[in-house]
């Protein structure tokens, strides 16, 4: 990232540390040496096994978390020295709706949260109303919100988060527990902060066909650190040219190196990644000394959910993928 003008970055993560003592002199560290960018107007997948670190991250980057080593930057503002500023650069929408009071309606959740932000009244109200009739919530802006649905209750948790106007977002799980009618509410709602509204949008998510959808660039957490930071189509690239699909005609004749099996039908389908020609070449003849009869093969362009747990179960991350596809 450093070839980037680092004026045109949204979100700069500059060799932050967390580690939490245990007593007795033991230690753990949750986050370990991170350093991650996120340019402005970029929609951005911040993806982690649970345990891995990311929510420890994003609490650090919301001020809730004092990192033990390192700086972290929102628009230029530094959250540990100037943390008021840095603050209203951001609209939080925490994993089930934490951060929208339930006893209160949609217009108290929108008022209380635009005064926090230090809104005047009057641009509260006006934003408030402009993003309730956007989000189809105006005609209940009355009602408590703890009897509204999960989609609404999502959707009143953004406007509070954009009350302020606040030119990143971070959204935790935003489209966790809603049916199919409201996920694509909310898909085309995201969709909408960033080509409309020139929002920086940082989403974190274990829902990964969401992300591959609605994201330009993803970085891998894995046990504090990170363990690839690419543009999406880049990344389902580099593994697409390595990753075959072989049929064979009957039961597989013993295990073939490390590709899945399955059948179906009579055929044996094995996956996996097969990092050359010539070890693509040696497989097939393996295949034909064993008297099998070889239907097809095709290479494949894995989903990011592949993806994601090929890179977290190899642990050595990105650069082995990339150190492979140079010497193919």
Known sequence: MSQNNMSDMAVEIKDISKVYSKGGGDHFTAVDNVNLCVRKGEVFGFLGSNGAGKTTTIKMMCGLVTPTTGRILLNGCDVALARGE????????LEGTRNIYWPLTAWQNIMYFGKLKGCSS?????????????????NRRNDIVRHFSRGMLQRTAIACALVADP???ILDEPTLGLDVEATEIMKALLKRLVQDYEKTVLITSHQLNVVQELCERVAIMHK???IADKNLDELLSLFGQDYYQIKINGALNGPLSDLSASEENGVTVLTGRISSPKRLYSLLEQIRKRGMTLLSVSPLEPDLEEVFLKLVKDERGISNYDDNQNHV
Not at 122 to 138: M, Q, S, V
């Open 86 to 93: 840095a603050m209203r650069q951001i609209g939080v929408v």
């Open 122 to 138: 009057k641009n509260i109200k006006e934003r408030g109303e402009a993003l309730l009739k956007e989000l189809g919530l105006w």
């Open 167 to 169: 030119p990143i977002l």
């Open 224 to 226: 504090g650190k990170i």
